[in-house]
Nanobody, 117 residues
Framework: VQLVESGGGLVQTGGSLRLSCAVSGTIFSIMVMGWYRQAPGRQRELVARIISGATNYADSVKGRFTISRDNAKNTVYLQMNSLKPEDTAVYYC?????????????WGQGTQVTVSS
C-alpha cells in the first residue's frame, strides 16, 4: 500500500491549504483515514481522522480544519482554514485497513506546512 501526499506549502497566517492523500496498491477494507502532524522537537500528534464515516479532531484545529474522504478515489483530504503559525509542522497521512492477517497501518512520506506570521 502506498500513500502519496500533496498540497503542503508556505502560507501566511489566516490563509488556507488543502492536503490530499491518495492511497494505492492492495486495498482490502480501509477502516481509518487520518492526518497527523509533527513539529520540530515535538511528538507526532493526531490532527483529524475518519472512522467508519465519523470524524474527530484535535481540539486545537476544531472549527478550522475539515477532513473528508472520497471512497471512489481512495483519497483523504484535509482542508485547513484560518491557519496559525502553531500549525507549522510536517503533516502525515495515516491509513489503517483490515487484511487477511490483521490490521495493516500505513504512513505517507509527509508534507511540510509552514505558516508565517
Amino acid at each position: 500500500v502506498q500513500l502519496v501526499e500533496s498540497g503542503g506549502g508556505l502560507v501566511q497566517t489566516g490563509g488556507s491549504l488543502r492536503l490530499s492523500c491518495a492511497v494505492s496498491g492492495t486495498i482490502f477494507s480501509i477502516m481509518v483515514m487520518g492526518w497527523y502532524r509533527q513539529a520540530p522537537g515535538r511528538q507526532r500528534e493526531l490532527v483529524a481522522r475518519i472512522i467508519s464515516g465519523a470524524t474527530n479532531y484535535a481540539d486545537s484545529v476544531k472549527g478550522r480544519f475539515t477532513i473528508s474522504r472520497d471512497n471512489a478515489k481512495n483519497t483523504v483530504y484535509l482542508q485547513m482554514n484560518s491557519l496559525k503559525p502553531e500549525d507549522t509542522a510536517v503533516y502525515y497521512c495515516n491509513v489503517q485497513q483490515a487484511t487477511v492477517t490483521g490490521v495493516g497501518e500505513y504512513w505517507g512520506q509527509g508534507t511540510q506546512v509552514t505558516v508565517s506570521s
